[in-house]
């Protein structure tokens, strides 16, 4: 199932959501290239959030007075962003971009550009935190906007909850047009995980393990609606 658009009108184009969309496809081919070349695991594991190291470096710089530590923990804090314009495989840059544009463009109209960027990053860089908090040992590099999106999809079901979302249902040659509820989507986002892995870079069996880390990414959803919530948009 593809979702397509929901039908809450847009009074202002979502240029921040096509700027996202737009830095992670540009992104993605360049992780693909640097793949080919062989060189993409130095990028990733400089740029993706490794829990033991952020954990090691912060415990480090907070439990000494080192300033190599705490200029070494800063310099970690920019993983936490740039991890989220990362991706493992096309289907995962391709499943993050789509939920991305039907639910975030409806958002990015209410909370307007700059609080929307904002809400987006903030839902990312938390889950990625709380992540770090469940599995500190570790050490393998997590990428990927999922925390991030799915916050978005929270934040969108805990506003319209009931919206019906246009769908296109592919089967074989055969398109069949669909209005799904926005909260069914909730479930969807869940099974969409299980096929991350098509199209993916060859590093792909080391980041983003299948574990209780990888699946931490749901929080983002709580993350989501509790930050809407804050923010007073009933």
């Not at 993706?48 to 300033?67: E, H, R, S």
């Not at 990015?108 to 040992?137: A, D, M, R, S």
Request: charged content about 10%; proline content about 5%; glycine content about 8%.
């Amino acid at each position: 199932m593809i979702p397509i658009s929901n039908r809450i009108p847009s009074g202002r184009q979502p240029v921040v959501v096509y700027l996202i969309i737009g830095i992670n496809i540009v992104l993605f081919i360049w992780e693909w290239k640097l793949d080919v070349k062989g060189e993409l695991s130095y990028i990733i594991n400089s740029w993706g959030v490794t829990p033991t190291k952020i954990f090691y470096v912060t415990t480090a710089a907070f439990t000494t007075l080192n300033p190599a530590a705490w200029i070494a923990w800063l310099l970690l804090q920019l993983s936490l962003v740039q991890g989220l314009f990362l991706h493992s495989s096309f289907s995962h840059l391709i499943g993050n971009s789509l939920f991305l544009l039907v639910f975030g463009k409806t958002l990015e109209n209410l909370l307007g550009h700059l609080k929307f960027l904002y809400f987006y990053l903030l839902c990312g860089v938390l889950t990625f935190g709380l992540q770090i908090l469940v599995e500190p040992t570790l050490n393998l590099p997590l990428i990927g906007s999922n925390g991030a999106t799915v916050g978005v999809l929270g934040a969108y079901l805990y506003k319209f909850p009931k919206t019906k979302i246009d769908t296109i249902l592919p089967l074989l040659i055969i398109f069949i047009p669909l209005k799904i509820p926005a909260s069914f989507y909730l479930y969807w986002w869940f099974i969409q995980q299980l096929f991350y892995g098509f199209g993916n870079l060859s590093i792909h069996s080391s980041i983003n393990p299948s574990n209780l880390s990888y699946w931490m990414h749901g929080i983002g959803l709580i993350i989501g609606i509790i930050l809407m919530r804050s923010l007073k948009y009933k």
